[in-house]
């Protein structure tokens, strides 16, 4: 489908920018369910799970149904906000567990600036 002036954007795209495509909408999530995803990090790698949970479902339901093993979090988030566990979610919502802090921000900045003197 080309749209409207898509011609002229395309004269004026640079050689190595790539044409926009249009990605499908997100499967919608059957009735009664929501679509989250619980995912957690480190340094260089992640693990994710996609689950369809009961409408009115919590966080702290999230997580006991994607089943992670090992340490757990030091604090869970919503799309990057801090949130409790007994918070209801929303269909499509991203559920984060977040590690503990290495060293305060503060500390790790005041020791890069020694190391650079």
């Given at each position: 489908?080309?749209?409207?002036?898509?011609?002229?954007?395309?004269?004026?795209?640079?050689?190595?920018?790539?044409?926009?495509?249009?990605?499908?909408?997100?499967?919608?999530?059957?009735?009664?369910?929501?679509?989250?995803?619980?995912?957690?990090?480190?340094?260089?790698?992640?693990?994710?799970?996609?689950?369809?949970?009961?409408?009115?479902?919590?966080?702290?339901?999230?997580?006991?149904?994607?089943?992670?093993?090992?340490?757990?979090?030091?604090?869970?988030?919503?799309?990057?906000?801090?949130?409790?566990?007994d918070?209801?979610?929303?269909?499509?919502?991203?559920?984060e567990?977040?590690?503990p802090?290495?060293?305060?921000?503060?500390?790790?900045?005041?020791?890069?600036a020694?190391?650079?003197?």
């Amino acid at each position: 489908m080309t749209l409207p002036g898509a011609a002229a954007d395309e004269a004026r795209r640079p050689a190595d920018e790539a044409p926009a495509v249009e990605t499908p909408a997100p499967e919608a999530a059957p009735p009664g369910m929501l679509r989250v995803e619980v995912v957690r990090a480190w340094p260089r790698r992640h693990q994710s799970r996609r689950l369809a949970l009961p409408v009115g479902a919590t966080v702290a339901q999230a997580l006991a149904a994607a089943g992670f093993d090992g340490e757990p979090a030091a604090a869970v988030a919503v799309f990057g906000e801090t949130v409790a566990a007994d918070r209801p979610l929303a269909d499509g919502d991203r559920v984060e567990l977040l590690r503990p802090l290495l060293l305060d921000p503060k500390e790790a900045r005041r020791r890069r600036a020694a190391a650079r003197k």
